[in-house]
């Protein structure tokens, strides 16, 4: 039989991996409390339409890249692909409207069928900010600024550059869709398949394209600002003010968009060139009418998503784990005892590396391997005086410290 190896797409965390991870999810979570957002998690899978309703039938994501499934009742689900959607299913299905603003911070694995590559994987894990039920721009500049804000604490944000964009209110968006689809229309026997089912359902999803003809036909289409109305500008120089009041810099990408309906206003993206070719490592935007499309009543929304581990290749800084205090009997005599003390050490919140077998020098060899800074020795001796022998690793230096104040000397190692 064959080595058994993880699923194509997939990889294992591995504790320095997982160390990494857990430094961006701890540090995205301390930053997002300090702004108010609470912890929330949604169930890993949902009905399919969940995610079928909120991404589009016509995206990638739901065409080409959901893992779903029929559960043995015949119910069509799926392995969350984004947090977003199944937040907002959350919202409405918890009765949450009079909790408004609701603001919430998660993290968790997601599942998308793609190409595997660098910081991407099939199995992989975002942190996520939403901001349901403020339409005010204010929470527009406080959503970006919290993705600042953790991006500044990974010491990523100098490697980054946010790209803005409006999408401008329902008004604007159907003004510039009718003259995408008259522009596109143009050359509809030149634009690729997909481009071609989306001109008539989703024609803004043309300029996300990826084929190199549309990309051509992209360059000369018409530009969503000429279309924006007094209000939906007015909205976008409040988010810009509020940046700049902030003083996090930003650069106006025209060709920032989303595609679907319900996303409205403000679109950005952190992106990176640390990874090789540019990409986002936190995207985001305004989904004012996402809520209504699952079902639920009007409510605006801003939220974002990051993903961690292209956040865990770029920051700096990651802890190293904790450094353990080895505990050694010497001798048979000294087991029991030294089981106890290892016991109640870590009870008292000490990480206690203690070996199952072996005599004292291929026990410090392990304490070693594992850069203990300290080992605490027990023999018969020690016992009958009721001490311990303590070694600072470290220093190279060992005394004699009374067993009950064991506890005191390990504080005092920091």
């Known amino acids: 039989m064959s080595q058994p190896q993880p699923v194509r797409g997939t990889h294992d965390l591995l504790p320095e991996d997982f160390r990494a991870h857990a430094h961006v999810r701890d540090t995205a979570r301390d930053v997002a409390s300090r702004f108010g957002y609470d912890e929330m998690a949604t169930p890993i899978f949902e009905f399919t339409e969940v995610f079928a309703r909120t991404m589009g039938e016509t995206s990638d994501v739901v065409s080409k890249e959901m893992y779903s499934f ?6 069509s689900m799926t392995l969350r692909p984004e947090y977003t959607a199944g937040i907002c299913r959350s919202f409405i299905s918890n009765g949450l409207a009079q909790n408004i603003p609701f603001k919430v911070f998660a993290n968790g ?18 942190i996520d900010l939403e901001c349901i039920g403020a339409p005010e721009a204010k929470a527009d500049v406080e959503v970006i600024a919290v993705a600042a804000a953790i991006l500044d604490k990974l010491d ?7 790209q803005i964009n409006t999408l401008g209110d329902r008004e604007s968006r159907q003004a510039y869709r009718d003259a995408l689809v008259d522009y596109f229309s143009q050359f509809k026997d030149q634009l690729s398949e997909d481009s071609k089912t989306r001109l008539t359902k989703n024609p803004l999803r043309i300029l996300d394209s990826k084929d190199k003809g549309d990309q051509v036909l992209v360059e000369n289409a018409p530009a969503f600002e000429d279309y924006l109305n007094e209000s939906s500008r007015e909205f976008f120089a409040d988010v810009l003010g509020g940046l700049d009041a902030l003083g996090i810099g930003y650069v106006l990408n025209r060709r920032l968009v989303r595609g679907l309906d319900y996303y409205t206003h403000t679109a950005f993206e952190f992106v990176t060139t640390e990874l090789g070719a540019q990409g986002a490592v936190i995207a985001g935007g305004r989904y004012d009418g996402l809520i209504e499309a699952l079902g639920g009543k009007p409510m605006p929304g801003i939220g974002w998503a990051g993903g961690m581990e292209r956040l865990a290749l770029l920051a700096s800084g990651t802890p190293a784990g904790e450094r353990p205090i080895a505990v050694i009997p ?22 206690i590396e203690l070996a199952f077998k072996g005599n004292v020098g291929k026990r410090m060899k392990r304490a070693n391997k594992l850069n203990a800074k300290a080992a605490i020795l027990i023999g018969e001796d020690e016992l009958e005086r009721n001490v311990c022998t303590f070694k600072n690793l470290d220093e190279g230096s060992q005394q004699e410290v009374p067993l009950d104040q064991i506890g005191d000397q390990l504080k005092q190692l920091g």
């Not at 029929?70 to 119910?75: A, F, I, K, L, V």
């Not at 660098?118 to 975002?126: D, E, L, P, V």
């Not at 010497?330 to 990480?351: I, M, N, P, W």
């Open 70 to 75: 029929e559960s043995r009742g015949g119910e």
């Open 109 to 126: 694995p997601m599942f998308r069928y793609e190409r595997p590559q660098k910081g991407r994987q099939r199995q992989f894990h975002q």
């Open 156 to 162: 990523v944000l100098k490697k980054c550059e946010l």
């Open 330 to 351: 010497v001798g048979d005599a000294a087991e029991e005892t030294v089981q106890k003390l290892a016991h109640q050490l870590r009870l008292d919140g000490f990480r």
